[in-house]
Every structure is written in structure tokens, then in C-alpha cells.
């Protein structure tokens, strides 16, 4: 498991699909995921510490997982299947046992940016759908100019089935322009 930071939340220009930019910590190696606008905008909310009259979804959710006297460890985007990405909240109850409760990406990180729990992603995720920036260009390295998608060398290589269904991901990063991504948007 490698953890991960929530970098930014994007806007994808061809679709004006949202996008959660995860930063794997310590590297230059990012995660985007396709997240829904109500969900972008609850990790958005939280993250730029905005009040919000009445509380919304996740701050409905974290009051329950109190109320039941659990508590939030963390969040683990654990698979990514036919360009739909998995993920796991895990709470400890108050009687010391550890729960895993399937989740949507997107909830598990409104979830956490409340909490501040930390983020995990299983490492066969960040080598399927991973992509490194050059630091000088601000641009994902390409690791294949013939298909122009971006994918890491590690000890399982993407083969062409799995690259076809990751198209949606392959057509996002090729408009990606992360430069300044070291500077914190306020």
C-alpha cells in the first residue's frame, strides 16, 4: 500500500468531468480519478475549510460512524477494474475490531479529508493507472510514444486488453498540464 495526498481536483476541459488528483507521498507519481461533481465538491468544500449551513453526505456519514462509537483508520483505493477504480473505508468499532466497508473512491476521500485519515492505494492501482511528471515540463512522462499513454515500468507491465479499457484515463492525460503543481491552490 502506498499513501497517498490529495493534490488537487481538476476539471477535464473535453467533458467537464471532475478529476480527484492523488500525490503519492514523498515521489512525483500521481493518480487521477474520475469523481462526481457532489463529491468534488464536498472534498472541496472540506479542503478549503468553507461552512456549509446544513451538513452534507459526508459529514452525515462521519456523524453516523461517531454516533455507532467507531472510528475512521483509513481509506484504501484497493482496485481498479474496466476503468472503475475500488475502494475500502476501514473502521476500528469501539470494541477494537477492524471493519472494511466497500465504498466509492470519491466517498472514501470526502470521507477522509474529514477525519483526516490517511489515503492508501493498493500498488498494483498506481502501476495501472500511475503517471509520473518531468519536473522540468511539468508534463506526464511517456513510458510508449506509439499509444501516448502514460504508464510506469514496473514488474507488470500493461498489456494492450487493459490499455484499451483504461482509454478514458489515456485521453485525460494527454490534455493534463500539471505544471505548478507544487504550489498550493488556495
Known sequence: M????IDSIRVSLMNYQ??????EKDTERYLPIWIGPAEADSIAVKLQDVDVP???THDLLYAV?????????HVLISDLENDTFYAKIVLQTSGNESIAVDARPSDAIALAVRVQAPIYV??????KAGITMDKETGKPILSDERDGFVRNQGPSPVGE??????SAFRDFVEELNLGGLDKKES
Open 2 to 5: 502506498l499513501e497517498m495526498a
Open 54 to 56: 446544513r451538513p452534507l
Open 122 to 127: 493498493n500498488d498494483s492501482v498506481v502501476e
Open 65 to 73: 460512524v461517531q454516533a455507532l462509537g467507531a472510528e475512521v483508520l
Open 161 to 166: 486488453e487493459e490499455l484499451e479499457r483504461l
Open 18 to 23: 471532475r478529476v480527484v488528483i492523488l500525490k
